[in-house]
């Protein structure tokens, strides 16, 4: 399931990140370098943000209850985004805040030269490491969806976060592998703090697309256009219902959807056929979408000029449709 490969990525993440950490803080004490205390910063924040992404997937298992209904579903949500927050404030705002002081008053490193490089390289290692299974458990879910189409598209928040924490960290890694080499090589640490900067800006902007994307989370998302069709299909697919007026789908969870439906019934069937049908299109619904598991439908007779009505009064306007 993608519950097992999300939680399989993050502790891959976690693993790496506290490692990580831990080198990098050592590196900045022996040498003093922005670029390595903005990594470190950044790897806390990751090995946080990790550990908060397993908190609200242990959330979102309570039991629905009468206060919250539809269950907790959402909280894999809250937390994701409250992920894209940590990253942003803690990791790239500090980085900018570091990199403004090594700019203007830019040092050297005289000590310990080769220790940042070796600890940026297994780094690098580490971190490909981790990458490579937030990869292979995202290949299992996304089908034939590119990268950029899946991280929009999926409900899932664990891996897209994981899929972007490690990519920038790649990054940033790679830039303060810039940074400081080019301050040992020209004695300028100047380099140091632009390094420091770019990295900066590379998780800001990570953190801007985590956001947005679990913003819309948040706010409800529908079916993919391939669920809807195949929730349309399964209602009408049998002889108690004639047609679907009209349908929406929300998102109460990464595996769990509401549909709710206006179904045409005959005109001459009694309560009790009505009330057999609805019960055999819900079989179908969820045999066709197993994550419909909130399902409720509205027997209605169909008359084309209430139907017309009826669906202009459901239809998103073009912001929503957006």
Known sequence: MSTEGGTKAILAALSANLGIAATKFVAFALTGSSSMLAE??????????????????KQAERRATARHPFGYGRERYIYAFIVAVVLFFVGGVFAIYEAWHKIAEPEPITSWQWVPVAVLVAAIVMEG???RTAIAETRKIKGKAGWVQFIRRAKQPELPVILLEDFAALIGLVLALFGVGLTLITGNGIWDGIGT????????AVAIVLAVEMKSLLVGESATPE???AIEKAIVDGPEVERVIHMRTVHLGPEELLVAA???????????E????????EARIRAAVPIARVIYLEPDIYQASKAGSSEAAAAPTNAEAH
């Open 197 to 204: 900067a770019a990295i900066g800006v590379l998780l800001i």
């Open 129 to 131: 490491l981790s990458f």
């Open 262 to 272: 206006k179904i045409a019934v005959r005109h001459n069937e009694t309560a009790d």
């Open 227 to 229: 669920q809807v069709d």
């Open 274 to 281: 009505i009330a057999s049908g609805i019960d055999a299109a």
């Open 40 to 57: 470190a910063i950044h790897s806390v924040a990751d090995s946080g943000n990790q550990g908060l992404l397993l908190l609200g997937g």
